[in-house]
């Protein structure tokens, strides 16, 4: 199965409610990465947390590692209907040469 | 405005057809990459280039042929397509360090084979 996969595969809110994605990966990573894409459009970097971090924040993003159980979590607080998206994360196994990407999850933000 | 610029953004082949993908990097990285977006599966690495070298081939039929003539240029060579080639066809940059290392993507190429 893939290195990243996220749960939930689809999630549906209320604007001003938080969203709460999950990845999980399999080996030991450099790095952790969630990415923001719109229907059809190129992929977006969101937010990059190290192997030796805990815990990021930018702007209503947080973003939690977990290396010992090899999974992460991405909150957005006070959702808007434009983070209406895919996110997904990608995991930086080999400095670069191989980014892994999960499924990712299919956020709807209902206003 | 991501630095990472793909054209043509949407493209119409026969089968028997011979036509090329362009990405160029404004960004000053040292590594590009090809990756496959299809409906419903994961984002699929192609092809990796690091300062101009391919490091990664993951397995890509040859009807698939990749050019990096510089660090700054990408080119994906296509020809005799099938019809299940037809995807999102995404360019990403980096700078690869140990510091780690974000990519950062085009807006993809839609390619339609028939």
């Known amino acids: 199965s893939q290195q990243g996969e996220e749960d939930p595969q689809a999630l549906s809110i209320q604007e001003g409610e938080n969203a709460t994605m999950n990845c999980s990966y399999k080996?030991?990573?450099?790095?952790l990465q969630w990415y923001r894409q719109n229907s059809g459009r190129g992929l977006v970097h969101l937010i990059l947390i190290r192997s030796n971090e805990r815990e990021k924040h930018s702007g209503r993003l947080r973003v939690t590692l977990d290396t010992s159980k090899k999974s992460s979590s991405l909150l957005i607080t006070a959702s808007r209907a434009a983070d209406t998206a895919s996110y997904f994360c990608?995991?930086?196994?080999?400095?670069?040469?191989?980014?892994?990407f999960g499924p990712g999850t299919r956020l709807s933000v209902l206003p | 405005e991501t630095g990472v610029t793909q054209t043509p953004r949407h493209l119409v082949m026969g089968m028997t057809n011979k036509k090329s993908l362009k990405c160029e990097q404004h960004?000053?990285?040292?590594?590009m990459y090809w990756y496959k977006q299809s409906a419903k599966k994961p984002l699929e690495l192609m092809f990796v280039y690091n300062f101009k070298e391919q490091t990664e081939n993951n397995s890509v039929p040859s009807r698939f042929s990749p050019e990096c003539p510089n660090s700054s240029h990408l080119f994906l060579h296509l020809h005799t397509l099938q019809p299940e080639d037809s995807a999102l066809y995404l360019c990403?940059?980096?700078?690869?360090?140990?510091?780690?290392?974000?990519?950062?993507f085009g807006e993809g190429s839609w390619l339609t084979v028939v």
């Open positions: 990403a940059s980096s700078q690869v360090s140990t510091a780690g290392n974000t990519i950062y």
């Open positions: 990608a995991t930086d196994v080999d400095y670069g040469q191989n980014f892994v």
């Open positions: 960004l000053g990285h040292n590594a």
């Open positions: 080996t030991s990573i450099n790095n």
